[in-house]
């Protein structure tokens, strides 16, 4: 497609098990961002790629957070023994780079819900 | 701390007239700005940037204006039209970072018809 695809477009999971969130970038780019955006704020930056490789992962909250992108393409954000206070909207974007200030597109998110 | 303000949650402007979106930032190593626009349930879209080497951009009806010394930069958008309704969010990022984007809370634009 010609945009950022993530999927699923909702999940919603029992408190204590593990989710998987799927982005595919737009093609040819090599920056990815996670970003997490909770109920009236703006989204907050969770890690980024650059290529495979995770070149900064300070916005992740916890170590129940982890994400790959073992090709430098489709990149997968996982969550391990979700809590409550995991339910956000959870935001991929991708950028080609080229300098700074280069605007990321963003996918139309993933609503997880932790019951 | 909340390094990128949007103190106004919401606004409503006439059909027509200009709409002013403000933001303030407390981090001097920001080096460029930008606004994304954002419709319910979609991601944000890119709207508009400026580099902290220039007070001015402009883009059609959209124009960004930015205060260094006061840490300030407004959005202008004139004439306001009924599909700018939505919710904007002003972000700000780092030539020494990696290009993430460190956003405002946003505002909801409202235009009356």
């Known amino acids: 497609g010609a945009g950022v695809s993530q999927t699923p477009s909702n999940k919603v999971t029992e408190k204590g098990k593990y989710v998987e969130l799927r982005c595919d970038p737009i093609?040819?780019?090599?920056?990815l961002y996670w970003y997490r955006q909770s109920l009236g704020q703006g989204p907050e930056f969770l890690i980024y790629?650059?290529?495979?490789?995770?070149?900064?992962d300070s916005g992740l909250p916890n170590d129940r957070f982890f994400a790959v992108r073992p090709e430098g393409s489709v990149s997968t954000l996982k969550i391990q023994r979700t809590e409550r206070g995991d339910s956000a909207v959870y935001l991929c974007a991708s950028s080609l780079n080229r300098g700074r200030g280069t605007e990321a597109f963003f996918g139309q998110g993933t609503r997880l819900t932790v019951v | 701390d909340q390094q990128v303000k949007q103190n106004s949650p919401s606004l409503s402007v006439q059909e027509g007239r200009i709409s002013i979106l403000n933001c303030d930032y407390t981090n001097s190593m920001f080096d460029y700005f930008l606004w994304y626009k954002k419709y319910p349930a979609e991601g944000p879209t890119f709207l508009i940037s400026?580099?902290?080497?220039?007070d001015k951009n402009e883009d059609g009806r959209f124009t960004v204006f930015l205060n260094k010394s006061a840490k300030h930069l407004s959005l202008h958008i004139v004439p306001s039209q009924p599909g700018d309704s939505a919710v904007y969010f002003c972000?700000?990022?780092?030539?020494?970072?990696?290009?993430?984007?460190?956003f405002g809370t946003g505002t909801r634009l409202t235009i009356i018809p």
């Open positions: 093609s040819g780019h090599t920056a």
């Open positions: 400026i580099s902290s080497i220039k």
């Open positions: 790629f650059q290529g495979t490789g995770a070149a900064d």
């Open positions: 972000a700000a990022g780092s030539n020494f970072g990696n290009e993430k984007l460190t």
